[in-house]
């Protein structure tokens, strides 16, 4: 009990110290810009450091292999109608939905979706039309 009333008070004393940073951070003193120059220089230089971040949250999220159900890649983009129609109807309708997901940069789900007639009915209705006259 002792154990865990020390790491207790561990944390609260780094979370104290986290906030005196931050006292101190704001209590820094703001240099205005003397003129039109330097607050464009300041406002470029503030552009520039949020567009290294966006680059940088960008660069974690290209595609990526799901760890935990290893059933494909992460979602790039929206899928389509011609996604749609290659996926039910076209030159992928035999492919696993692993595969299609891979080639097209889509997710497992997005193509589950459109094959189970959960998005795109459109298409999944004349995907059964199609089997149902492939049957006659």
């Known amino acids: 009990m002792a154990n865990s009333e020390e790491k207790g ?6 979370i104290k110290d986290q906030v005196n940073e931050l ?9 205005a810009p003397k003129n039109i120059g330097e607050l464009w220089i300041a406002i470029d230089a503030r552009f520039k450091a949020l567009e290294e971040r966006i680059d940088a949250i960008d660069g974690k999220f290209k595609e990526k292999i799901r760890e935990g159900n290893g059933r494909g890649p992460l979602s790039t983009r929206e899928m389509n109608e011609d996604d749609a129609r290659r996926i039910m109807l076209g030159d992928l309708k035999d492919k ?3 595969d299609c997901a891979q080639e097209l940069g889509l997710s497992y789900g997005q193509i589950y979706s459109a094959r189970g007639g959960y998005t795109f009915k459109g298409i999944y209705a004349e995907r059964e039309k199609a089997l149902k006259d492939a049957k006659k």
């Open 9 to 14: 008070m561990v944390k609260g004393m780094e």
């Open 23 to 31: 006292k101190e951070e704001i209590k820094k003193e703001i240099k």
């Open 96 to 98: 696993s939905h692993k």
